[in-house]
């Protein structure tokens, strides 16, 4: 008795990235760049950054569309969901994509009385609403089976002056994935969330990467003796979109490096 092999290939697997222009984003669509994965990466003003992504990924052999978007403005979404829809037919002849990943973001530094209900809001519609409503509406671009990773931050489980308004928004996608991962389940969509701790990036006026004595204290609390550099938030995002990590979901990832155990 013979057995006839599938010819079929396996389907090229694409991801959504938002804020993939610099930092974590930039670093996760590397990472997965080198794994076999194509990637759609969004920006909201570097567009010459976001360019360098894509002829980076590019060079790793992988396809890249890049697509401005603002996570703050959730009127955009439905707009934006087509222009994904028609990226996905021209690029990949596709009408899904197997990976989400909510980035996109920016924080406040201000101290809990002196926060205005503009910076309130910003953060709420930045992180919170931003994460919910887009991925509502790109939920049909999502293949069952597919995974979601939402972005917060190791600030919602310990604190430092001056992040309550940010950390408040954070907490809340903690909240939202559990129940993303609860709806979406009926579709094996499994749903994470990725906490980074302090990274050396641009954020927050690239305080942990330029202030010394600030990156020295930052490093005196974690574990692993030292504040994370792009790579190593990067290769956790990845981690948990590829491999063996389908059964998770649900959970809050924090990638510190132990910080303030």
Partial sequence: MTTTASTELPRQRIALITGANRGLGRSTALHLARQGVDVIITYLNGAAQAADVVADVQALGRRAVALRLDVGTAAS??????????????NWQRQQLDF?????????????????????????????????????????????GGRILNTSSGLARFTFPGYAAYASAKGGIDVLSRYMALELGPRGISVN???PGPVETDFGGGAVRDDSAL?????????????????????????????????ITGQ??????GLLL
């Avoid at 209900?117 to 293949?143: C, R, V, Y």
């Avoid at 692993?224 to 990590?245: F, H, K, N, Q, V």
Wanted: aromatic share 6%.
């Fill in 100 to 144: 989400l990943v909510n980035n996109a973001g920016g924080g406040i530094n201000a101290a809990l009385a002196d926060t205005t209900e503009e910076q309130f809001d910003l953060m709420i519609n930045t992180h919170l609403k931003g994460t919910f409503f887009l991925t509502q509406k790109l939920l049909p671009l999502i293949a069952d």
């Fill in 77 to 90: 979404f439905a707009g934006f969901a087509e222009q994904v829809r028609s990226a996905l037919a021209a």
């Fill in 252 to 257: 809050r990832i924090e990638a510190s490096g």
């Fill in 193 to 195: 969330v990725l906490a």
């Fill in 215 to 247: 990156n020295q204290q930052l490093a005196a609390m974690t574990a692993l003796g030292r504040t994370a550099m792009p790579d190593d938030i990067g290769a956790t995002a990845a981690a948990l979109l590829l491999g063996g990590s389908g059964w």
